[in-house]
C-alpha cells in the first residue's frame, strides 16, 4: 500500500534563510507526488507536481522539489524564504488506486 | 481558474442535528471528495465520487454520508452530528483518473458539534 511521511511537524527559518522540508513516500512502482500548501484558514493550493521526467521539478512562489527515487524522496525546497511563505505544507502520493494519500502536514514559521 | 466553493466558512449546530456541507465547483470535473483536517492526523478521505449518483467510502466514513445528484455539487451530510465530529472539512475536485491529477480544494468549513 502506498503512503506519505512528513518527518518534521513545525519547523521554524529565519526570513530569507534557505529551506528543505522533507517528504518520503513507501510506493512500489514510480508513483505521482504533489506538494500542497495551506495558508491560515483557507484550503490547500498546488505547490508543484512530479510525473515522471526530469527529477527537479519548478512550481509556483519560487518552490521547487526533487525527485530521489533511490531514497524515496520528494523534498520541497525554496533558496530564500519570505514571510509570506508561513504556512502548513503537504506531501501527496498517487499511484494505481484510487485516492491520493496525503501526508500529516509541515507547519513552517518564519521569524523576521 | 477552477473554483470549488463551500457552502459556510463557520457552523455551530448541536449534537444530535443532522447537518449538511455543501461543496459546488464550476469547472466540470468528474470526481469530487470530502476529507475531514485534525491536527496531527492530515487529510483523512471521508467519501468520494467519480460521477453523478456514484459515491465510493474513504478511510473514515462512519456517521457520514453524501449526495451527488448534479456534476458540479457535492454534498456531505452527518446524520446525527455528535463532538468528535468537530473538525475542519474540506472539499476538493479533480479531473480524469484520481490518482495522477492535482485535486482543487475549497477554503473549508470549520465544523462545531456542540
Known amino acids: 500500500a502506498q503512503s506519505v511521511t512528513q518527518p518534521d511537524i513545525h519547523i521554524t527559518v529565519s526570513e530569507g534563510a534557505s529551506l528543505e522540508l522533507r517528504c518520503n513516500y513507501s510506493?512500489?512502482?514510480?508513483?505521482?507526488l504533489f506538494w500542497y500548501v495551506q495558508s491560515p484558514g483557507q484550503g490547500l493550493q498546488l505547490l508543484l507536481k512530479y510525473f515522471s521526467g526530469d527529477t527537479l521539478v519548478q512550481g509556483i512562489k519560487g518552490f521547487e522539489a526533487e525527485f530521489k527515487r533511490s531514497q524515496s524522496s520528494f523534498n520541497l525546497r525554496k533558496p530564500s524564504v519570505h514571510w509570506s511563505d508561513a504556512a502548513e505544507y503537504f506531501c501527496?502520493?498517487?499511484?494505481?488506486?484510487?485516492?491520493?494519500?496525503f501526508g500529516t502536514g509541515t507547519r513552517l514559521q518564519v521569524f523576521p | 481558474d477552477v473554483k470549488v466553493t463551500q457552502s459556510s466558512r463557520y457552523l455551530v449546530k448541536r449534537t444530535g442535528e443532522k447537518v449538511f456541507l455543501e461543496c459546488v465547483q464550476d469547472?466540470?470535473?468528474?470526481?469530487m471528495f470530502w476529507y475531514r483536517q485534525d491536527p496531527g492526523l492530515g487529510l483523512r478521505l471521508i467519501y468520494f465520487s467519480y460521477d453523478v449518483k456514484m459515491k465510493e467510502k474513504g478511510d473514515i466514513p462512519e456517521g457520514y454520508s453524501v449526495s451527488r445528484e448534479k456534476k458540479e455539487r457535492f454534498s456531505l451530510i452527518l446524520e446525527s452530528a455528535s463532538t468528535n465530529q468537530t473538525s475542519m472539512y474540506l472539499c476538493a475536485s479533480s479531473l480524469g483518473q484520481v490518482s495522477n491529477q492535482p485535486q482543487h480544494f475549497g477554503d473549508g468549513t470549520r465544523l462545531s458539534i456542540l
Open positions: 469547472m466540470d470535473h468528474e470526481n
Open positions: 510506493y512500489g512502482a514510480t508513483p505521482y
Open positions: 501527496a502520493v498517487g499511484g494505481y488506486t484510487d485516492k491520493l494519500i
